[in-house]
């Protein structure tokens, strides 16, 4: 029998699960690996499975003799690629190969203790790194522990016994609407008008704007749809990637100024494609290289900030266009429940959390507007004492 499951008698709904290994090369004794599992008796089943499948096809590696390195690399190979975008992927191994696998990769996996993250962690924040990045870092090492622990490999997530650093908020600028319409005058004549324009009055994410096509807007309805982002790998690809939430996947309104110039670009667009004897169809990029490719995101970018010099103003990140929109829209007493839904966040606490700091007023406007709703009844319950 290569592999059989045991019901722990003490542990309601616990399983071992084992497996028979290749006979040790040495001394020819029998060897067996076992796995403590949580859930069901069918769960067990497809654990045991899987374990089987592994051995039969050569990807099995025994997590006592694991290091962090290799078992890293596997979890990026079976894991991270499978289920992360392309781009995601691209983080997660440049954070491992960078700063975890360097730092504890020759650590057994079984081996590793809260005292060898701790130690990581302090030793990131000396060399520099901002606490919110050795952050990000926790979380892509918690990650792999746990799937470490869901495929056997391990009992216990050590990430959970470690004190992380503690993060500031993002440095997050904004524009008021003067410098917004300084910036827009000073980049009128830009080839990326259009673009920062749309990033400004939408709140779009630069990814979103770069995967638009012409099909995605409705010129009839003054409308929006974003459905896809687009992402520039470090090979040189791109990739068009699902949005990452069903709130991601959203229709945008888009204003009377705002659909006025996207008609006045189609038809320059239209004209451009007609000079090089090509026509203009609905799933061509709306902004892209005269030839219909896509546009390098960080060109983009870097001809953003050489703008907002031009035009004499701070300098703030393309992506903070989209913390101005909703900055705005909120100083403008917009419910924050319609700039959640333009923006895509999954909750309207993270847009009440993320831009409560950033719209200086509203609390004293909600106070005037609360007074003023209360002030004759106030003011004839006064009068009414003095008398």
């Not at 190969?97 to 302090?122: C, D, F, M, S, W």
């Not at 790998?233 to 939430?245: A, E, H, I, M």
């Not at 903070?320 to 429940?337: E, F, N, V, W, Y």
């Not at 002030?375 to 003095?386: D, E, N």
Request: hydrophobic share 35%; aromatic share 8%.
């Amino acid at each position: 029998m290569r592999g059989h499951i045991v019901k722990r008698s003490k542990n309601k709904g616990t399983w071992s699960i084992v497996i028979e290994l290749d006979r040790d090369s040495t001394t020819g004794k029998r060897r067996q690996k076992w796995f403590t599992l949580q859930g069901s008796h069918k769960d067990a089943k497809k654990k045991l499975t899987e374990l089987l499948h592994q051995l039969d096809t050569g990807s099995y590696i025994e997590p006592s003799k694991t290091t962090m390195a290799e078992y890293l690399e596997y979890w990026l190979a079976e894991y991270v690629k499978p289920n992360l975008s392309p781009k995601g992927y691209e983080r997660y191994e440049s954070i491992s190969r960078v700063h975890l696998i360097p730092a504890i990769g020759n650590i057994a996996l079984t081996q590793l203790k809260p005292e060898h993250l701790q130690k990581l962690y302090a030793a990131k924040i000396k060399a520099g790194l901002q606490p919110r990045t050795v952050r990000y870092h926790h979380v892509v090492l918690h990650k792999a522990i746990a799937i470490a622990m869901k495929w056997g490999m391990g009992t216990r997530n050590v990430a959970d016994s470690v004190d992380i650093p503690r993060s500031s908020e993002a440095d997050m600028q904004t524009w008021n609407e003067n410098e917004l319409a300084q910036f827009l005058e000073a980049s009128k004549d830009s080839q990326y008008y259009e673009l920062y324009y749309l990033a400004l009055f939408t709140g779009m994410r630069r990814s979103e704007l770069l995967a638009l096509r012409w099909c995605d807007i409705d010129f009839v309805y003054s409308q929006i749809y974003v459905n896809r982002g687009l992402h520039h790998l470090k090979d040189g690809s791109y990739v068009f990637t699902q949005p990452k939430s069903a709130r991601s996947r959203r229709t945008i309104a888009l204003s009377p100024s705002a659909i006025s110039v996207l008609r006045q670009y189609y038809d320059k667009r239209q004209m451009d494609a007609a000079m090089l004897g090509i026509s203009l169809t609905d799933n061509d990029l709306v902004f892209s290289t005269v030839e219909g490719k896509p546009l390098r995101p960080n060109t983009v970018t870097r001809a953003w900030k050489n703008m907002a010099n031009r035009a004499g103003i701070k300098v703030i990140r393309l992506h903070d266009a989209r913390h101005t929109h909703a900055s705005l829209m909120l100083k403008q007493g917009i419910h924050p429940k319609i700039v959640q839904e333009r923006l895509g966040h999954a909750s309207i606490q993270i847009t009440l959390d993320t831009y409560s700091h950033v719209a200086p007023g509203l609390q004293e406007a909600a106070a005037k507007s609360f007074d003023a709703l209360v002030k004759i009844p106030v003011s004839k319950r006064l009068a009414k004492l003095a008398t």
